[in-house]
Nanobody, 121 residues
Framework: QVLLVESGGGLVQPGGSLRLSCAAS????????MGWYRQAPGAQREQVAS???????NYADSVKGRFTISRDNAENTVSLQMNSLKPEDTAVYYC???????????????WGQGTQVTVAS
């Protein structure tokens, strides 16, 4: 089983920065892709950014150039540096990892509980 613990959300003014972190722990063979999704009130959950185990990244068009995702495979952590934040970035941000319990098992996704990010004056 894997456990994801997120931190770093909060209230920030437009143009400000926040850094989200997510740490995976538990008993598992390997964590593959890691990433962040977000869900604003009344909206569908959307992917923000993802990073593969070898460091390849992918970003939503709305955050390109402002957000940077990174990970530490040794520590099983993933971070999201968010700069130049806008009110439309306000949402609950969820960490997600694609993990493999044992060497021969199929991979599965696991979601964190979410952390609130509010961008307002």
């Amino acid at each position: 089983q894997v456990l994801l613990v997120e931190s770093g959300g909060g209230l920030v003014q437009p143009g400000g920065s926040l850094r989200l972190s997510c740490a995976a722990s538990g008993s598992f063979f390997r964590i593959h892709d890691m990433g962040w999704y977000r869900q604003a009130p009344g909206a569908q959950r959307e992917q923000v950014a993802s990073v593969t185990r070898d460091g390849s990244t992918n970003y939503a068009d709305s955050v390109k150039g402002r957000f940077t995702i990174s990970r530490d495979n040794a520590e099983n952590t993933v971070s999201l540096q968010m700069n130049s934040l806008k009110p439309e970035d306000t949402a609950v941000y969820y960490c997600v990892c694609n993990w493999r319990p044992t060497p021969l098992s199929a991979t599965r996704d696991y979601w964190g509980q979410g952390t609130q990010v509010t961008v307002a004056s």
